[in-house]
């Protein structure tokens, strides 16, 4: 209705512009695992991996959370909200470094769990050389800090166990004989002295030792409190076991619950749910089928949702049976649950999922010794640069948008032949190729229909649905008549317009790649009457080419 005016003169009026809907941001993670501190259970908004060392500290042995966030931001992740899971019960190991001097030295397994059960520090004279002039007594005076562990065996139960020995001969650890027993040196630290053991006020508080230690070991952090200004003494040398660490399981229910209100993300990954019953049992095929469980648990979330997607990690060592034999077959029974294999149950079908195999070596950023880690948090990375890249309707693989540049090696070289199990399974597979490097080789969902079998199209759709419901907001009690019904299908068609023209629909022409209805013929007065207005969109959406067949033949030439 117009303005009424009472005199003569110049008014002005603002005319409300055209309402546009904005595309959602597809790219925000969201992590849920085990940290060294941080707030618990309260999604934390993460800009960068400093910024996520300084909320939850560094990585930790056995403890993935920390490796997927450094993997996400790698790969080209720009911003991630991260969940601290609660131990439900356990305790970290411990040990008590002798000293004197009214100084208390504590080390502390970097986590909760009996894992650390294995772990031991020596305590030995500094092992660097020395000026010839230095006298014995001040060589004796300088000491080196060794994390070791006893050499282990193939065919270890455990997962902690297992990942030791293959950390070790992955890294061609050194070994140390002490008092007859041999033991792999699995870090060091060297040339401290007992001034080292003060706290220094320009360190926040802690000493040299603790500053050196903690956040660059991967198994154990120091802790050094003084009750006197007596001179300590530097520790005695010897061999100190890490004890009473207790098996302990992470509450990530909870710690998914704690996601409910969060409305900005749309991707994400539990890597820690490959050590979710690792200490409750040592039959691997249990742990596997107690992991699918939790994942189970989190597509359950997501589809409920209906705005995010999951994507999981398989368990380590999957495919390698007891006798230390590859068999492929194991990834896809693990998937399917298929009842006369270990991993019968409840199978992973969703078409808000996806599964990478295998874990992936990467250089370890604190020591450059190699490490092996689940694939979930470089997946997600290559997620978000492919949409801020070229949209969320392509699909993230291939050897453009599928490299993994943090990734040195893989667990599993997987063949043709073998991937050829797999991938109709829907598990998406990171191979190693000839001149192109280690590549997401694979872009299917979990999702047994055919509608759904690609990610890039679920995540085109979820895309789509979430940034029309977020812009048509204003609509709801408007008027319910024509102007309404033309308003919104204008803005609807600009929106899809744009996606057409980037690319993510398929058809010659917007009338091709789309259509919307939203006129008498879905509203008639009965439901207008009842409050209803309904908006029918159909798109085409644009499948990636996953089988180029190239045909070649001999042309003939005509006399």
């Known amino acids: 209705m117009a303005n009424k005016y009472s005199h003569p003169g110049v008014f002005v009026e603002e005319i409300p512009g055209t309402r546009t809907i904005e595309g959602i941001s597809t790219d925000v993670a969201a992590f849920i695992g085990v940290a060294e501190t941080g707030p618990i259970n309260q999604p934390t908004y993460v800009t ?33 909200y991260v969940v601290r899971a609660a131990a439900n019960t356990g305790t970290p190991a411990t040990a008590s470094i002798p000293t004197s001097g009214g100084m208390t030295v504590t080390a502390s397994a970097t986590s909760e769990g009996s894992w650390a ?34 050499v282990l065996t193939k065919g270890e139960s455990s997962l902690s166990r297992q990942l030791l020995l293959l950390y070790v001969s992955k890294n061609g650890l050194p070994t140390i004989d002490v008092e007859g027993t041999a033991y792999y040196v699995l870090e060091k630290f060297s040339g401290f002295t007992a001034n080292d053991l003060i706290a220094d006020s320009s360190s926040d508080g802690l000493s040299p030792f603790e500053s050196r230690i903690n956040g660059l070991s991967l198994f154990i952090s120091i802790s050094c409190t003084r009750s006197s200004d007596s001179a300590p003494s530097r520790p005695t040398n010897g061999l100190i076991r ?69 994507v999981a990690d398989p368990p380590f060592g999957l495919a390698t049976k007891s006798d230390n034999t590859v068999d492929i077959t194991r990834v896809k029974d693990f998937k399917e649950a298929t009842q006369n294999s270990d991993f019968a149950g409840n199978a992973l079908n969703s078409q808000y999922g996806a599964l990478y195999y295998p874990w992936l070596w990467i250089n370890n950023p604190t020591n450059s010794a190699r490490i092996i880690i689940p694939p979930s948090g470089a997946a997600l990375g290559c997620y978000a640069a492919t949409d801020n890249s070229i949209g969320v309707f392509k699909a993230p693989a291939g ?77 709801v009690f408007e008027p319910n008549d024509q ?61 990636p080419a996953e089988f180029v067949v190239l045909r070649v033949t001999q042309k003939t030439l005509m006399a």
Not at 51 to 79: P, T
Not at 260 to 286: H, K, R
Not at 440 to 465: K, M, Q
């Open 48 to 80: 960068s991996w400093d910024d996520y060392a300084r909320n939850f500290g560094g990585f930790l042995w056995n403890r993935y959370l920390a490796y997927a966030v450094y993997s996400f931001f790698n790969e080209g992740g720009r911003v991630c």
């Open 117 to 150: 059960s294995d772990i031991s520090i020596l305590i030995k004279n500094y092992s660097g050389s020395y000026p010839e002039t230095t006298e014995s007594q001040e060589e004796s005076s300088i000491f080196d800090i060794n994390v070791v562990t006893p």
């Open 242 to 310: 890490l004890t009473g660490g207790q098996a302990t399981d992470f509450n990530f229910s909870a710690a998914l619950a704690a996601l409910d209100l969060v409305q900005g993300f749309s991707i994400l990954a539990l890597p820690d749910s490959v050590t979710y019953s690792s200490e409750s049992t040592t039959d691997s095929a249990q742990q596997a089928v107690n992991q699918r469980t939790l994942i189970q648990t989190a597509l359950t979330m997501v589809e409920a949702r209906g705005n995010v997607f999951f």
């Open 399 to 475: 050897v453009n948008d599928g490299k993994i540049s943090i990734a040195v090696d893989l667990e599993t070289q997987v063949t043709d032949k073998q991937q050829d199990l797999l991938n109709p399974a829907g598990i998406d597979v990171i191979r190693s190729l000839l001149k192109y490097g280690i590549t997401i080789w694979g872009a299917r969902t979990l999702s047994l229909d055919p509608e759904w079998t690609y990610v890039s199209v679920r995540r085109l759709i979820i895309y789509i649905e979430q940034s029309i419901y977020e812009s048509v907001q204003w609509v």
């Open 483 to 543: 102007r309404l019904w033309a308003t919104v299908s204008r803005d609807i068609t600009a929106f899809l317009t744009q996606i057409w023209r980037a690319g993510g629909l398929f058809g010659a022409t917007p009338n091709e790649a789309f259509y919307i209805i939203c006129d008498s013929s879905n509203n008639p007065p009965k439901l207008r009457d009842q409050g209803y207005l309904y908006i029918d969109v159909g798109i085409a959406t644009v499948k």
